[in-house]
């Protein structure tokens, strides 16, 4: 499964961006989809992820309650909803998929096996 982000731009302090993840095929089977960003400077961080068609959602401490993560099973397409943006939320923001992954490995970038291209998110006044 080949996995396409976009999305990304560059948007002041407060606003808010959609960013989208498509997939080549629908996957099938337990396939999991996340979003990590990455700063300059900065590790790659894990940002969100949804178990399709489970309902079953992750999400970091650091955007829980701005960022929303969602499917769309008719267009393969995960969604990760951007509010009230800052500043700390600059970075490339990369989608990531895989098969395999267990709860206690949502987390981490090495879980993934499909990553898509990044997208730039540029928060700035």
């Known amino acids: 499964v080949q996995l396409q982000a976009y999305g990304g731009g560059l948007v002041q302090p407060g606003d808010s961006l959609i960013l989208s993840c498509s997939a080549s095929?629908?996957?099938?089977?337990?396939?999991?989809v996340a979003w990590f960003r990455q700063a300059p400077g900065e590790e790659r961080e894990f940002v969100a992820a949804?178990?399709?068609?489970?309902?079953?959602?992750y999400y970091a401490d650091s955007i829980k309650g701005r960022f929303t993560i969602s499917e769309d099973n008719a267009k393969n397409t995960v969604y990760l909803q951007m509010n009230s943006l800052t500043p700390g939320d600059t970075a490339v923001y990369y989608c990531?998929?895989?098969?395999?992954?267990?709860?206690?490995?949502?987390?981490?970038?090495?879980?993934?096996?499909?990553w898509g291209q990044g997208t730039q998110v540029t928060v700035s006044s």
């Open positions: 949804i178990r399709l068609n489970s309902g079953t959602t």
């Open positions: 095929r629908r996957p099938s089977g337990r396939f999991q």
């Open positions: 990531a998929g895989s098969f395999t992954v267990i709860s206690s490995s949502t987390y981490t970038s090495t879980a993934y096996s499909n």
